[in-house]
């Protein structure tokens, strides 16, 4: 009865710990980000200028967050390729938006701009100006709409 107990103890300690270490967010510098999320900076945000860039250290791993002065954010995963992308005042560029989305969009919402999308491994959540939510499954295919 000691043995479990002392082997329920050295558990919960361990768990503990893991919890402390998870979710530690630390600001760090533009180059300390991955090349991937360096080059999606370059080459759709160059005009703008950065308020915060920083890491998250989760349990499984790291995401990176990188906030503009105009209120955009982008968040990236290990490698740097993009989770969500969040434009208040402009629009998502459309290099970053898969081509089928663009289309539906373009399509079934001509007068909207696409504001903020997300991805995981289920599929793209998409915010439209006119404040709908598009869903779509991993294969580009709208599963659900909210307004």
Same mark, same amino acid.
């Given at each position: 009865m000691k043995r479990?107990? *002392?082997?329920?103890?050295?558990g919960c300690?361990?768990?503990a710990q893991t919890l402390v270490f998870a979710g530690q967010d630390k600001p760090i510098k533009i180059e300390q980000l991955p090349a991937n999320a360096q080059q999606i900076i370059?080459?759709?945000f160059a005009g703008q200028k950065v308020a915060l860039a920083k890491v998250d250290s989760e349990l499984f791993g *790291?995401?990176?967050d990188v906030?503009?002065?105009n209120g955009d954010k982008l968040e990236f995963d290990? *490698?740097?390729d993009w989770i969500e992308v969040e434009c208040k005042k402009s629009q998502v560029p459309a290099a970053l938006v898969p081509e089928s989305i663009s289309k539906f969009v373009a399509d079934s919402?001509?007068?909207t701009k696409i504001l903020e999308i997300d991805r995981d491994r289920r599929g793209y959540d998409v915010k439209l100006s006119s404040h709908i939510e598009l869903k779509f499954d991993g294969q580009f295919q709208l599963v659900g709409i909210d307004d």
């Open positions: 479990l107990m *002392k082997l329920f103890a050295v300690a361990l768990s370059n080459n759709h *790291k995401t990176y906030i503009f002065t290990s *490698k740097g919402y001509p007068q």
